[in-house]
């Protein structure tokens, strides 16, 4: 078993308490900024310009769907303490997914630029960003598994954990790291491999969406529809629109090619 001694802060400057949890949720960010400032250097379609626009619309809608999600999830909570409805104490990650690429989808329409190309370009910084990401969970014990007594249980020891401190729990949280640097590397070696824009970024969907469905089953939650997650529901429904959107896009490139 992975027992967890560490505690979810970092550090306390005065009355100012810095946690894990924030500091990889900026750095995973950073990271996707910094791959779209990168990409854009190579790209004769996009500039530091647009990928800095991008950004500042993208991060706070980011935040703002992250935020509603989690909200909606845990809303027997937050229904009796409204005064904590505004805050950054919980994040939903498909939130953060769809809310940033609202936000950047409005700005794209505005600047007349493609967001499919955009959305293609940095799939990969994504996926990369939320095993970042998951990497804070795993220091704050959230987003655990159900209890379990496999060889690679995590215990969480420390009693300012927000994990289940003494039970061994699947570490979801690990396994996600695992998967979504997998789907990193298989999203490098698709890149330019399917037209038209926006195709690379509907197989990230299906990916993150396949692996969430199923992932959710062994995890803590709670039940929001027909006993799914609110995860595993938003998962179906964003499957069913890619899986879709990628077919008809599939098919037409194939029968524009065709004659």
Known sequence: MIYWPLSPIAFTIGPITVAWYGIFVALAVITLVVWALA??????????????????VGIPSGIIGARL???????????QH???????????????????????WIYSRFRKISFGHLADVIA?????????GRVGCTFNGCCYGLETDIFCAIVYTNPASNGPVGIPVHPTQI????????????????????RPDGSLFLIYLTLYSLWRFGIDFIREGTPFLFGLHEAQVISIIVLVIA??????????????EAS
């Not at 990409?39 to 500042?56: F, P, T």
């Not at 409204?82 to 609202?102: D, F, Q």
């Not at 899986?243 to 524009?256: D, E, F, I, K, P």
Request: cysteine-free; charged content about 15%; glycine content about 10%.
């Open 175 to 194: 396994y996600e790291i695992i998967y979504n640097l997998i789907v990193f590397v298989v999203l490098l070696l698709l890149r330019g491999r399917f």
């Open 69 to 79: 999600l989690h909200v909606i999830d845990y809303w027997s909570y937050y229904s």
């Open 124 to 132: 990969p910084g994504i996926i990369l960003a939320q095993a970042i």
């Open 82 to 104: 409204p005064n904590e409805i505004v805050g950054g104490a919980g994040l939903a990650i498909y939130g953060a997914v769809l809310g940033a690429a609202l936000g950047i």
């Open 243 to 256: 899986v879709t959107r990628l077919a008809l896009r599939t098919r037409r490139v194939s029968q524009g």
């Open 39 to 56: 990409a854009a250097r190579k790209d004769d379609r996009l500039s530091y310009d647009i990928v800095i626009n991008a950004a500042i």
